[in-house]
């Protein structure tokens, strides 16, 4: 099992920047790819941004493309998310998750944390 932790939330006037964090612990050796997706009260989760652990290889959601950079700490088993430009809408819970194979769904998540951007 892999547990993850974020941290970097907080709030940030609109054209601000934020830099998220998730640090995985346990059997980090399983991860093939970590994610980060948001979530605002009555919206289904979104996700924003992957990166694939061996490789490094990114993937960003049109929403955040551009503005947003996934980057990795191999030997701390850390995930940073650099959000720059950010906009109101921006404004949600961001999760961190896992998952297990290239074929496996997120199911392992950290506890949230939570980004307010204001105008």
């Known amino acids: 099992q892999v547990q993850l932790v974020e941290s970097g939330g907080g709030l940030v006037q609109a054209g601000g920047s934020l830099r998220l964090s998730c640090a995985a612990s346990?059997?980090?050796?399983?991860?093939?790819?970590m994610g980060w997706f948001r979530q605002t009260p009555g919206e289904e989760r979104e996700f924003i941004a992957e990166?694939?652990?061996?490789?490094?290889?990114?993937y960003y959601a049109d929403s955040v493309k551009g503005r947003f950079t996934l980057s990795r700490d191999n030997a701390k088993n850390t995930v940073s998310l650099q959000m720059n430009s950010l906009r109101p809408e921006d404004t949600a819970v961001y999760y961190c998750?896992?998952?297990?194979?290239?074929?496996?769904?997120?199911?392992?998540w950290g506890q949230g944390t939570q980004v307010t951007v204001s105008s």
């Open positions: 346990g059997r980090t050796f399983s991860t093939y790819a």
């Open positions: 990166i694939i652990w061996s490789g490094g290889s990114t």
């Open positions: 998750a896992a998952r297990l194979g290239s074929l496996s769904a997120y199911d392992i």
